[in-house]
Structures are given as C-alpha cells and as structure tokens.
C-alpha cells in the first residue's frame, strides 16, 4: 500500500542564510531566505522553523510567506546569531505543478558564519546554503 504513494522530490528551492546590512537600524544581521531557482513559480510556501540541542532548543516560529516567483528569493526570518550553536530545522512546504512538496533544510551546529556563504549554483544569490 505504501509503495503506492508517490512523494515529489523538491528541486531547485533552497533555503540560505544571508549576512547582510539593515539600512533602517544600521547594523549587520543574519536573514534567512526561501530561493526558488525553478522555471515556474512555487505557490502557498509555508516554513516551519526550529531549532534544538540536546540541552536547548528555541521557540518554534510558522511563516507563510505565499508565492515565489521563479529565480527568486523570499525573506522568511531574520535570525539572532545565539540560536548558530543549535541545529536550525526549516519544515518547507509549497506547491508546484498542482502538486504538494515537502522538504526539511538544516543548518547543522555553527555552519552560518561569513566563511561558509557560498554562491548558489547558475543564479546570483549568495549565502550559507541549508542542507
């Protein structure tokens, strides 16, 4: 019976934290991002978002954040650079060619520093990319 259920692979979508300048308040923050590298746009994107040790774990924070155009990105969160030394979970779900996708992205423990932002592959954004 259960092999009877197919599950899409979600491909082209990433999710990346970007270290960037916040004009309004004048300082260097962390944001993270949903990028669609997809052809078609990606519909009703909602991101569940966590983190957790075997000692700590944050607050669980659930955004909407709708449609992504094709080759774009969406800010999901701006993070605070305490959470790093947990392992931060993204639960993305979005639509796709009428059909519902699931994937959970993970910054492992202290992988979002400056040295680890790397370009996404044939586009023009840059960040530490979520596994």
Request: aromatic share 10%; charged share 30%.
């Amino acid at each position: 019976m259960r092999e009877d259920i197919i599950v899409p692979e979600s491909t082209d979508v990433y999710v990346i934290a970007v270290n960037e300048w916040n004009e309004e308040k004048a300082f260097q923050q962390w944001n993270i991002y949903l990028v669609n590298l997809k052809k078609e746009p990606i519909e009703m994107a909602l991101i569940l978002a966590r983190g957790h040790s075997d000692t700590h774990k944050s607050s669980t924070m659930r955004h909407g954040i709708g449609n992504v155009p094709a080759g774009e990105k969406r800010k999901i969160e701006m993070v605070d650079e305490q959470v790093f030394v947990l392992t931060n979970e993204y639960l993305v779900t979005y639509f796709h060619d009428g059909k519902m996708i699931e994937k959970t992205f993970i910054f492992p423990p202290n992988s979002i520093t400056e040295d680890n932002q790397v370009r996404l592959k044939k586009s023009r954004f840059r960040g530490v990319i979520a596994e």
